[in-house]
């Protein structure tokens, strides 16, 4: 891997990560413009006070607090009847909203309603109502005037057109709220669809409603479609009615109460494979094509629910749990309560979810159900009641099930992921005073909201976690809640005072970044542990229960609790002899960045096989910066050690050139080891070694392997030992549309010199998605770069297509952009590769692309690929 191509994925890993994720945001890593403030003031939503910071002019800024949504009236059921025109886009719809005034008594209701055609509202009696409307609320004078406890029906006749929305955020690009896909048949390769994205308040886009998370209700919505679409929303089908008309109307009632952001609807043409979680229905909807594949796409959904139900004390509250696949959706899946909805990258055969499940996103979704629909933040600064414990949810789900290993291995990544945002911006768990709602989905509410609950966990104990956890979803079921809800919970378990940690972590920014050093005192014979809280003075001191492993001469090692709370402190340990090494927070069990020195000997006692994961990766690497013998003895145990990603590394890290007897550890690792990543890093490894006896071997893994990875690898390595044969087995793949044998063909063919192989790429442009994708178009680069200028203008016209082909992969357009932005530089660099006509030409079509894309971070990556 070339350092160019290396930036290119590590940006693009951290930014468009979250596209296999929920609807996280993680930041650009290039600055942008600052958003211009469109701070609305709407009933004490958001609220100006002074007080703020000093500009540099000497005048404070405004500090924006954004209260939680004031409650006038209870929304107790929605009835919705819903019918749609897919030529215009259109939703004709009749609501009737069932309300009572909250406390007060009052005459004026207020509904969220955006850019909607009112035709008519009524009361119950059929009485026609006044109202104004301006396009976003919808201000309704009722008959009389109502006190609490008096239930009245308004009746609202309607049409919308939510494809005007335009706005979006990088964790949900569009505030559309509802999506016709295909929806005039227009495009053969995609589906008809209708779905639904209701977060953050967008709802409101397809139908009237009070359009907080701090609102609830019951809800029943019939759906009339034609007959050869299946349809899915919240709750049980009561009905499903065939009309003289060719249409069917199913209706959908959910009789359990549940904020209105979580409301959903889904109309298209599924395979719906179901099963049962003690009596309720668990159902997946597919494409078609991918009927045989659901229970492998969702894998462990009945096995999760019963895991959940039992960490929680507090089984699965719901009707049914379904679970649905939708083309082009604007995040990465959805919570709506009792039928998720998830983007198509999910959406894969059997042999593509070899060590590559959906466990992750399936138990962050179905977690939910506890925290974040059972029971619901109260607003959007308290987003990391519902984010945070979903995160952690895939924690929980992989040590179950995987082993703490695999659990930690994803922690790594989560702890990666949140330092990267905090580095360029970092506010408190719990942020008031947030710029837009939208930005609230972020390393922070999400990350670093899992990872605060791991300390919790840490700091009282699985027990008393547990227990808490109990308590709060028990007395808030069905209700909204804000952090102190959860803070008293555990407070009420325990008997321990949490206002520190709650203050610290949820209420407070940033992170500890600790210098820890020891000192042997031999006269007084104890070991003095010191340590230099060094995270930026504007942030707090942080209190930091921990513990230290002492490690001694005769093999033994012992454990020791402490608690770091000062900025710079010395804790003194007496011990009966001298330790050899000193590791602080050695199950890496905290938030925080620890900064200590040793020596290759120490990080070669760190590495044991049932040290944490965190320490074991962290002493891999220091050990490899060597090759001496001590340190190699090391990497080679390692090559055995039970976790993949640490065998992975190890076999990076060792110096196989000087070890040829070693070879036959290569080859078993290559046929027999249990992780399709370790089996497929081998087979590369011996053609980069060129280890032409283990051929044979390599060859064998493309028809024997049924990890499409490991295929891959095999290809290319084949290529780098035996080109012929490589060739001559390829031929076999060519029709092969998998992203991983498509990737590793187009490395040979784009390297061959042969552009009659461009008919290959073609074929393929619109197939290879996700990482593979990054390959395959630097191939296309490389057989484009001894083209004629007609030909590359032409392929400019074809990658222009790919790049604003809104269906496609991140990965996939963003390649494509490059790579006619590699054209463009070359043509730059050397006058005669392109008339001045042809650059102008490729110039204003890379233009085109950057115009019409709507992610801002994807538009931030294509500009940093312009001035580079």
Same mark, same amino acid.
């Given at each position: 891997?070339?350092?160019?191509?290396?930036?290119?994925?590590?940006?693009?890993?951290?930014?468009?990560?979250?596209?296999?994720?929920?609807?996280?945001?993680?930041?650009?890593?290039?600055?942008?413009?600052?958003?211009?403030?469109?701070?609305?003031?709407?009933?004490?939503?958001?609220?100006?006070?002074?007080?703020?910071?000093?500009?540099?002019?000497?005048?404070?800024?405004?500090?924006?607090?954004?209260?939680?949504?004031?409650?006038?009236?209870?929304?107790?059921?929605?009835?919705?009847?819903?019918?749609?025109?897919?030529?215009?886009?259109?939703?004709?719809?009749?609501?009737?909203?069932?309300?009572?005034?909250?406390?007060?008594?009052?005459?004026?209701?207020?509904?969220?309603?955006?850019?909607?055609?009112?035709?008519?509202?009524?009361?119950?009696?059929?009485?026609?109502?006044?109202?104004?409307?301006?396009?976003?609320?919808?201000?309704?004078?009722?008959?009389?005037?109502?006190?609490?406890?008096?239930?009245?029906?308004?009746?609202?006749?309607?049409?919308?057109?939510?494809?005007?929305?335009?706005?979006?955020?990088?964790?949900?690009?569009?505030?559309?709220?509802?999506?016709?896909?295909?929806?005039?048949?227009?495009?053969?390769?995609?589906?008809?669809?209708?779905?639904?994205?209701?977060?953050?308040?967008?709802?409101?886009?397809?139908?009237?409603?009070?359009?907080?998370?701090?609102?609830?209700?019951?809800?029943?919505?019939?759906?009339?479609?034609?007959?050869?679409?299946?349809?899915?929303?919240?709750?049980?089908?009561?009905?499903?009615?065939?009309?003289?008309?060719?249409?069917?109307?199913?209706?959908?009632?959910?009789?359990?109460?549940?904020?209105?952001?979580?409301?959903?609807?889904?109309?298209?043409?599924?395979?719906?494979?179901?099963?049962?979680?003690?009596?309720?229905?668990?159902?997946?909807?597919?494409?078609?094509?991918?009927?045989?594949?659901?229970?492998?796409?969702?894998? %462990?959904?009945?096995?999760?629910?019963?895991?959940?139900?039992?960490?929680?004390?507090?089984?699965?509250?719901?009707?049914?749990?379904?679970?649905?696949?939708?083309?082009?959706?604007?995040?990465?899946?959805?919570?709506?309560?009792?039928?998720?909805?998830?983007?198509?990258?999910?959406?894969?055969?059997?042999?593509?979810?070899?060590?590559?499940?959906?466990?992750?996103?399936?138990?962050?979704?179905?977690?939910?159900?506890?925290?974040?629909?059972?029971?619901?933040?109260?607003?959007?600064?308290?987003?990391?009641?519902?984010?945070?414990?979903?995160?952690?949810?895939?924690?929980?789900?992989?040590?179950?099930?995987?082993?703490?290993?695999?659990?930690? %291995?994803?922690?790594?990544?989560?702890?990666?992921?949140?330092?990267?945002?905090?580095?360029?911006?970092?506010?408190?768990?719990?942020?008031?005073?947030?710029?837009?709602?939208?930005?609230?989905?972020?390393?922070?509410?999400?990350?670093?909201?899992?990872?605060?609950?791991?300390?919790?966990?840490?700091?009282?104990?699985?027990?008393?976690?547990?227990?808490?956890?109990?308590?709060?979803?028990?007395?808030?079921?069905?209700?909204?809640?804000?952090?102190?809800?959860?803070?008293?919970?555990?407070?009420?378990?325990?008997?321990?005072?949490?206002?520190?940690?709650?203050?610290?972590?949820?209420?407070?920014?940033?992170?500890?970044?600790?210098?820890?050093?020891?000192?042997?005192?031999?006269?007084?014979?104890?070991?003095?542990?010191?340590?230099?809280?060094?995270?930026?003075?504007?942030?707090?001191?942080?209190?930091?229960?921990?513990?230290?492993?002492?490690?001694?001469?005769?093999?033994?090692?012992?454990?020791?609790?402490?608690?770091?709370?000062?900025?710079?402190?010395?804790?003194?340990?007496?011990?009966?002899?001298?330790?050899?090494?000193?590791?602080?927070?050695?199950?890496?069990?905290?938030?925080?960045?620890?900064?200590?020195?040793?020596?290759?000997?120490?990080?070669?006692?760190?590495?044991?096989?049932?040290?944490?994961?965190?320490?074991?990766?962290?002493?891999?690497?220091?050990?490899?910066?060597?090759?001496?013998?001590?340190?190699?003895?090391?990497?080679?145990?390692?090559?055995?050690?039970?976790?993949?990603?640490?065998?992975?590394?190890?076999?990076?890290?060792?110096?196989?050139?000087?070890?040829?007897?070693?070879?036959?550890?290569?080859?078993?690792?290559?046929?027999?080891?249990?992780?399709?990543?370790?089996?497929?890093?081998?087979?590369?490894?011996?053609?980069?070694?060129?280890?032409?006896?283990?051929?044979?071997?390599?060859?064998?893994?493309?028809?024997?392997?049924?990890?499409?990875?490991?295929?891959?690898?095999?290809?290319?390595?084949?290529?780098?030992?035996?080109?012929?044969?490589?060739?001559?087995?390829?031929?076999?793949?060519?029709?092969?549309?998998?992203?991983?044998?498509?990737?590793?063909?187009?490395?040979?063919?784009?390297?061959?010199?042969?552009?009659?192989?461009?008919?290959?790429?073609?074929?393929?442009?619109?197939?290879?998605?996700?990482?593979?994708?990054?390959?395959?178009?630097?191939?296309?680069?490389?057989?484009?770069?001894?083209?004629?200028?007609?030909?590359?203008?032409?392929?400019?016209?074809?990658?222009?297509?790919?790049?604003?082909?809104?269906?496609?992969?991140?990965?996939?357009?963003?390649?494509?952009?490059?790579?006619?932005?590699?054209?463009?530089?070359?043509?730059?660099?050397?006058?005669?590769?392109?008339?001045?006509?042809?650059?102008?030409?490729?110039?204003?079509?890379?233009?085109?692309?950057?115009?019409?894309?709507?992610?801002?971070?994807?538009?931030?990556?294509?500009?940093?690929?312009?001035?580079?």
């Amino acid at each position: 891997m070339n350092f160019e191509r290396a930036s290119f994925l590590y940006v693009l890993v951290i930014i468009l990560g979250a596209c296999n994720t929920s609807k996280i945001l993680v930041p650009e890593p290039l600055p942008m413009a600052t958003m211009e403030d469109t701070m609305e003031v709407r009933n004490l939503d958001t609220l100006v006070v002074s007080g703020g910071r000093e500009t540099e002019t000497g005048e404070e800024d405004s500090v924006v607090y954004h209260a939680t949504a004031t409650r006038s009236f209870d929304l107790l059921h929605t009835k919705l009847d819903l019918r749609f025109n897919w030529a215009d886009e259109k939703v004709i719809g009749k609501a009737v909203l069932t309300l009572s005034p909250y406390f007060y008594p009052s005459s004026t209701l207020i509904l969220d309603a955006k850019e909607f055609t009112i035709n008519e509202i009524k009361i119950e009696d059929d009485k026609t109502l006044e109202y104004s409307y301006d396009d976003s609320q919808l201000t309704i004078i009722l008959d009389r005037e109502y006190t609490k406890g008096q239930e009245f029906d308004v009746i609202i006749d309607y049409t919308c057109t939510p494809s005007r929305g335009e706005n979006g955020s990088a964790a949900i690009t569009s505030d559309q709220g509802l999506f016709f896909i295909n929806p005039r048949g227009e495009d053969l390769t995609k589906p008809q669809q209708i779905w639904t994205q209701g977060e953050t308040e967008f709802n409101s886009r397809w139908y009237p409603t009070i359009d907080k998370p701090n609102e609830r209700a019951t809800q029943e919505i019939l759906l009339t479609v034609d007959d050869r679409f299946v349809t899915l929303s919240n709750g049980i089908l009561k009905s499903a009615v065939v009309n003289s008309d060719g249409t069917r109307t199913d209706h959908w009632v959910m009789d359990l109460p549940h904020a209105p952001y979580l409301t959903m609807i889904a109309v298209g043409e599924y395979a719906v494979e179901k099963e049962k979680w003690q009596d309720i229905e668990v159902s997946y909807y597919v494409e078609p094509e991918f009927k045989e594949d659901a229970k492998f796409i969702f894998a %462990h959904t009945p096995e999760m629910l019963t895991f959940f139900s039992t960490i929680t004390g507090v089984e699965y509250p719901w009707q049914k749990y379904a679970q649905i696949v939708v083309r082009d959706y604007v995040s990465g899946a959805m919570e709506n309560t009792t039928s998720v909805v998830f983007g198509e990258f999910v959406q894969k055969h059997r042999r593509e979810l070899i060590d590559n499940h959906n466990d992750g996103i399936v138990a962050h979704e179905m977690f939910h159900h506890w925290f974040g629909d059972y029971v619901t933040c109260e607003s959007w600064s308290n987003l990391t009641l519902n984010e945070g414990f979903a995160n952690y949810a895939e924690y929980l789900w992989l040590e179950h099930k995987y082993g703490r290993d695999a659990a930690d %291995h994803h922690r790594i990544q989560e702890i990666q992921g949140y330092l990267y945002q905090a580095a360029q911006d970092m506010h408190p768990l719990i942020d008031f005073s947030y710029e837009s709602k939208e930005n609230m989905f972020d390393a922070h509410s999400y990350n670093k909201g899992g990872l605060v609950l791991h300390m919790l966990r840490e700091l009282v104990g699985d027990k008393a976690f547990f227990a808490s956890l109990q308590l709060y979803l028990e007395e808030h079921a069905f209700n909204s809640v804000e952090v102190h809800d959860l803070r008293l919970a555990f407070e009420e378990t325990t008997g321990l005072d949490l206002n520190w940690f709650f203050n610290q972590w949820y209420l407070s920014a940033g992170h500890p970044v600790i210098d820890f050093t020891y000192q042997w005192t031999e006269a007084s014979s104890s070991v003095n542990l010191e340590f230099q809280q060094n995270q930026d003075g504007s942030l707090p001191v942080f209190r930091i229960p921990t513990s230290v492993d002492l490690y001694f001469e005769d093999g033994s090692k012992q454990r020791q609790s402490i608690v770091i709370d000062s900025r710079t402190q010395t804790i003194t340990l007496p011990l009966l002899s001298a330790p050899s090494l000193v590791v602080l927070d050695p199950d890496r069990s905290q938030l925080a960045i620890i900064n200590a020195t040793y020596d290759e000997a120490q990080y070669r006692r760190i590495y044991d096989k049932s040290a944490a994961l965190a320490l074991r990766t962290e002493a891999l690497a220091k050990i490899a910066s060597s090759n001496s013998t001590d340190n190699q003895v090391i990497l080679k145990s390692a090559l055995s050690d039970p976790f993949w990603a640490i065998r992975n590394a190890a076999m990076s890290y060792y110096e196989w050139e000087n070890h040829p007897e070693d070879h036959q550890i290569l080859a078993e690792l290559a046929n027999k080891d249990s992780h399709s990543s370790v089996r497929a890093e081998a087979i590369y490894l011996i053609g980069e070694l060129g280890i032409d006896d283990l051929k044979d071997a390599v060859a064998s893994r493309i028809d024997e392997d049924e990890a499409y990875p490991v295929v891959a690898a095999s290809i290319v390595s084949l290529n780098q030992l035996d080109e012929n044969l490589a060739l001559e087995r390829i031929k076999i793949l060519e029709n092969e549309d998998q992203s991983d044998i498509v990737a590793a063909i187009s490395l040979i063919y784009g390297s061959s010199g042969d552009t009659s192989k461009l008919t290959y790429f073609e074929r393929q442009l619109r197939n290879v998605e996700g990482l593979p994708a990054l390959d395959f178009y630097q191939s296309l680069d490389e057989l484009l770069s001894i083209c004629t200028a007609d030909t590359k203008i032409t392929w400019v016209e074809k990658l222009g297509a790919v790049a604003t082909d809104t269906g496609l992969s991140p990965y996939t357009k963003i390649s494509a952009t490059r790579s006619m932005i590699s054209i463009l530089k070359e043509a730059e660099k050397k006058s005669n590769l392109l008339s001045e006509e042809q650059i102008s030409l490729v110039r204003n079509k890379i233009d085109a692309v950057i115009e019409k894309e709507e992610n801002p971070q994807i538009i931030s990556i294509y500009q940093s690929f312009m001035s580079s």
